[in-house]
């Protein structure tokens, strides 16, 4: 099986602050509500900025030209970003835009490729998405189910059943699934970079025979390691180790390092440069916004239309 990579900007603060604890079993069943809210409406953002994408592909088959890179402003860049400047702020942008006001945006994004284009892309009309309601619950039924088991651990019970009548060990479930299902809701609220392929940095450095500076994604699962000591919890490696995976990560006071380390490097790495611009981008971004960076595999797919 091929890997959907990603590359991820981690609010730390957010994980440590609110979703670890919350999984953990502290504070009230509805206690992310806010975030689930917002996740909601971050998706349906991302949703109508990659119709404008596609659209746009559409559109850039027939012209020469144009500017326009698949792999980077479709099946790369989150939203749909076009341009060389500071991408972290049109992330700021989208963020900060309600998914009734995405067409201006995505317009001016199109505008950046060449005025003339913008009367000539429509949105691409043909996926939908489930409805708010759908769509809030298929975001949080893993961080609920994750904290049924740290709520069945602490009452001494083995097992969690979930809302579709499975059961499972509630041990085996909590020390493995954390960090994959927290990342992933961590994504919805700070999307990252999509990619294909042994594409993850610290394989290309590992294959170049480079040093990097990343770490295991311990933080991702610190606290509750701290708060469950007898689980058997796997010790998690500083790289990507198959699919479904949170690698490597690089705490937020160090992003900044580790991107010039891999600048540095980029001559030897064996990656498509427009992969390792993504790699960058996402490092920058989560610079910008003091967040850490790790890599991920299956958080999205572009077969599976689960873009970014």
């Given at each position: 099986?091929g890997?959907?990579?990603?590359?991820?900007?981690v609010?730390?603060?957010?994980?440590e602050?609110?979703?670890?604890?919350?999984?953990?079993?502290?504070?009230?069943a509805?206690?992310i509500?806010?975030?689930?809210?917002?996740a909601?409406?971050?998706?349906?953002?991302r949703?109508?900025?990659?119709?404008?994408?596609?659209g746009?592909?559409?559109?850039?088959r027939?012209?020469?030209?144009?500017g326009?890179?698949p792999a980077l402003?479709?099946?790369?860049r989150?939203?749909?970003?076009?341009?060389?400047g500071?991408?972290?702020?049109?992330?700021?942008?989208?963020?900060?835009?309600?998914?009734?006001?995405?067409?201006a945006?995505a317009?001016?994004?199109?505008?950046r490729l060449?005025?003339?284009?913008v009367?000539?892309?429509?949105?691409?009309?043909?996926g939908?998405?489930?409805?708010d309601?759908?769509?809030?619950?298929?975001m949080s039924?893993?961080?609920?189910?994750?904290?049924g088991?740290?709520?069945?651990l602490?009452?001494g019970e083995?097992?969690?059943?979930t809302p579709?009548?499975?059961?499972f060990?509630?041990?085996?479930l909590l020390?493995a699934?954390?960090?994959?299902?927290?990342?992933?809701?961590?994504?919805a609220l700070?999307?990252g970079?999509?990619s294909?392929?042994?594409?993850?940095?610290t394989?290309?450095?590992a294959?170049?025979?480079?040093a990097?500076g990343?770490d295991?994604?311990?933080?991702?699962?610190?606290?509750?390691?701290a708060q469950?000591?007898?689980l058997?919890?796997p010790?998690p490696?500083a790289?990507?180790?198959?699919?479904?995976t949170v690698g490597g990560?690089?705490a937020?006071?160090d992003v900044v390092?580790?991107?010039?380390?891999?600048?540095?490097?980029r001559d030897r790495?064996?990656?498509?440069?427009?992969?390792?611009r993504?790699?960058?981008?996402?490092?920058?971004t989560?610079?910008?916004?003091?967040?850490?960076f790790?890599?991920?595999t299956?958080?999205?797919s572009g077969?599976e239309g689960?873009?970014?």
């Amino acid at each position: 099986m091929g890997y959907d990579t990603s590359f991820h900007p981690v609010d730390t603060a957010l994980v440590e602050g609110r979703l670890l604890p919350y999984i953990a079993g502290h504070g009230d069943a509805d206690g992310i509500d806010d975030l689930i809210a917002r996740a909601v409406e971050i998706r349906k953002t991302r949703f109508r900025a990659k119709a404008w994408a596609l659209g746009t592909l559409q559109a850039a088959r027939d012209l020469d030209g144009v500017g326009f890179d698949p792999a980077l402003h479709v099946w790369g860049r989150p939203f749909f970003i076009v341009g060389d400047g500071a991408v972290a702020d049109d992330v700021r942008r989208y963020l900060a835009t309600p998914s009734g006001e995405v067409d201006a945006l995505a317009r001016e994004m199109i505008g950046r490729l060449d005025p003339a284009l913008v009367s000539r892309v429509t949105p691409d009309e043909g996926g939908r998405l489930p409805g708010d309601e759908r769509l809030a619950t298929g975001m949080s039924m893993p961080l609920r189910i994750l904290r049924g088991a740290a709520l069945a651990l602490r009452a001494g019970e083995r097992t969690v059943r979930t809302p579709d009548g499975r059961e499972f060990e509630a041990a085996e479930l909590l020390a493995a699934e954390v960090p994959f299902n927290l990342l992933t809701f961590a994504a919805a609220l700070l999307p990252g970079w999509m990619s294909r392929g042994r594409t993850w940095p610290t394989g290309l450095c590992a294959d170049a025979g480079v040093a990097e500076g990343f770490d295991s994604p311990a933080e991702l699962t610190g606290p509750l390691r701290a708060q469950f000591p007898d689980l058997d919890w796997p010790l998690p490696a500083a790289t990507i180790t198959g699919n479904y995976t949170v690698g490597g990560m690089v705490a937020a006071p160090d992003v900044v390092a580790e991107r010039a380390r891999l600048a540095g490097h980029r001559d030897r790495l064996d990656c498509d440069a427009t992969e390792l611009r993504k790699i960058d981008e996402a490092m920058g971004t989560a610079a910008a916004f003091g967040a850490a960076f790790c890599e991920a595999t299956e958080i999205y797919s572009g077969m599976e239309g689960e873009l970014n």
